[in-house]
């Protein structure tokens, strides 16, 4: 099992870039990156999303680009 909070601290630099990137908090990436690493689906990180951010409809949120997040931080984990 990952070290989750190792991880984070090992790769702020990767997740401030995207923060930056997606024009979102880097506190908001390293919640995705958590649910990443452990083990989340897509379905389940979209719900977790949705309770934290009650009025996010995927399109009209300042998370429209949550795919693409959880896609390039999943591409982040596998290379690690």
Known sequence: MVDVERWIDTHEAELL???EQFGTRVDTVEFLATLVLRGFDDDEIYEELREVTPSWDGQHSPLAGA??????LRSLADAS
């Open 67 to 72: 795919a693409d997040l959880v896609r390039e």
């Open 17 to 19: 870039g995207l923060a």
